[in-house]
C-alpha cells in the first residue's frame, strides 16, 4: 500500500522559511515523478513544483521559481519542499503526490496516483 506523509508545516511570518517533507513507502518510485501542489480556500488545487525521483529535472510554478527548492533524498526515500522568502500568498494546504510513468504532465492533478494528507502552511503579513 502506497503511503505518502507530509510534514513541515506550521506558521510562519511572511520572508520566514519552512522545510516541507514527505516520506513516501509502499513500493519503489525509481520511475516516477514526486510534486508537490497547493489548496487554498475557496480555490482549485494548484501545482507548485516536481522532480524525477531519479533525480535530474525539477519544475516549478511562476510564482514560487526562485524561492522554492524540490528535492529527493532517496536513502530515505522523501522528497523535500524548502520554502523561503514565503509571503501571505503562499498560504495553503500542501500535498505530496506521486505521479507513475507516462501518466500525463506533471503540472496537472490528474497525472498523480497517490496523494498525501496535505500539511498546513499559514504564512502571517
Known amino acids: 500500500q502506497v503511503q505518502l506523509v507530509e510534514s513541515g508545516g506550521g506558521l510562519v511570518q511572511a520572508g520566514g522559511s519552512l522545510r516541507l517533507s514527505c516520506a513516501a513507502s509502499?513500493?519503489?518510485?525509481?520511475?516516477?515523478?514526486l510534486g508537490w501542489f497547493r489548496q487554498a480556500p475557496g480555490r482549485e488545487r494548484e501545482f507548485v513544483a516536481a522532480?524525477?525521483?531519479?533525480?535530474?529535472?525539477?519544475y516549478y510554478a511562476d510564482s514560487v521559481k526562485g524561492r522554492f527548492t524540490i528535492s529527493t533524498d532517496n536513502a530515505k526515500n522523501t522528497v523535500y519542499l524548502q520554502m523561503n522568502s514565503l509571503k501571505p500568498e503562499d498560504t495553503a494546504v500542501y500535498y505530496c503526490?506521486?505521479?507513475?510513468?507516462?501518466?500525463?504532465?506533471?503540472?496537472?492533478?490528474?497525472?498523480?496516483?497517490?496523494w498525501g494528507q496535505g500539511t498546513q502552511v499559514t504564512v502571517s503579513s
Open positions: 503526490a506521486a505521479a507513475p510513468p507516462r501518466s500525463g504532465t506533471l503540472y496537472y492533478t490528474s497525472a498523480y496516483a497517490y
Open positions: 522532480i524525477y525521483w531519479s533525480g535530474g529535472s525539477t
Open positions: 509502499g513500493r519503489t518510485f525509481t520511475s516516477y515523478r
